[in-house]
């Protein structure tokens, strides 16, 4: 008997490979798609908190990708934006020789926030440009290698979807 597959499975098939089936079967191209996917997961690792579902939404808009996929690829590396901050901000910091400013984790950043947005952006302003800078530094090629690893793959899953033949008038 064959076992079932694990609650991560099941959620990763019903909301990732899903609508990545769905849009393959109307017609999309798998480079399309391997571009939306490249660009929601460079896009969603941008080290500005609470920046990336709007920049997911205009280059998804401004190039004409799949709205719900970029969104869905922005949110499935949420944890890996939050991962990468620190390293952004520490590395913007050393490209630009400055000297680091203390910040030990992410939470002590949002209460830091909390505590007043003026006086954080005087803090942290410049450590967030810095940041930026590498992040744009890294896009790039980044993304470049994510389309290029997920395009054959998507090629292959698009040779077994059957595509809609909607009626024409």
Not at 70 to 99: C, D, H, K, R, W
């Given at each position: 008997?064959?076992?079932?597959?694990?609650?991560?499975g099941?959620?990763?098939?019903?909301r990732?490979?899903?609508?990545?089936?769905?849009?393959l079967?109307?017609?999309?191209?798998?480079?399309?798609?391997?571009?939306?996917?490249?660009l929601?997961a460079?896009?969603?690792?941008?080290?500005?908190?609470g920046?990336?579902?709007?920049?997911?939404?205009?280059?998804g808009?401004?190039?004409?990708?799949?709205q719900p996929?970029?969104?869905?690829?922005?949110?499935f590396?949420?944890?890996l934006?939050l991962?990468?901050?620190?390293?952004?901000y520490?590395?913007?910091?050393?490209?630009f020789?400055?000297?680091?400013?203390?910040?030990?984790?992410v939470?002590?950043?949002?209460q830091?926030?909390a505590?007043?947005?003026?006086?954080f952006?005087?803090?942290?302003?410049?450590?967030?440009?810095y940041?930026?800078?590498?992040w744009?530094?890294?896009?790039?090629?980044?993304a470049a290698?994510?389309?290029?690893?997920?395009?054959?793959?998507?090629?292959?899953?698009a040779?077994?979807v059957?595509?809609l033949?909607?009626?024409?008038?």
């Amino acid at each position: 008997m064959a076992e079932s597959p694990a609650p991560l499975g099941l959620f990763l098939i019903r909301r990732l490979i899903g609508p990545i089936k769905a849009q393959l079967s109307q017609g999309i191209t798998p480079e399309k798609i391997a571009l939306t996917i490249a660009l929601g997961a460079v896009f969603g690792v941008f080290p500005v908190l609470g920046s990336t579902t709007l920049l997911c939404g205009l280059a998804g808009w401004r190039l004409k990708l799949n709205q719900p996929i970029i969104q869905i690829i922005n949110m499935f590396v949420y944890p890996l934006q939050l991962i990468l901050l620190l390293p952004f901000y520490s590395a913007g910091e050393t490209l630009f020789q400055q000297p680091h400013v203390p910040i030990f984790s992410v939470p002590e950043l949002m209460q830091r926030f909390a505590g007043g947005p003026l006086k954080f952006m005087a803090d942290y302003g410049m450590v967030a440009l810095y940041g930026i800078a590498v992040w744009c530094l890294l896009a790039p090629p980044v993304a470049a290698l994510i389309y290029a690893l997920t395009r054959p793959a998507l090629r292959v899953l698009a040779a077994r979807v059957k595509p809609l033949h909607l009626p024409t008038r």
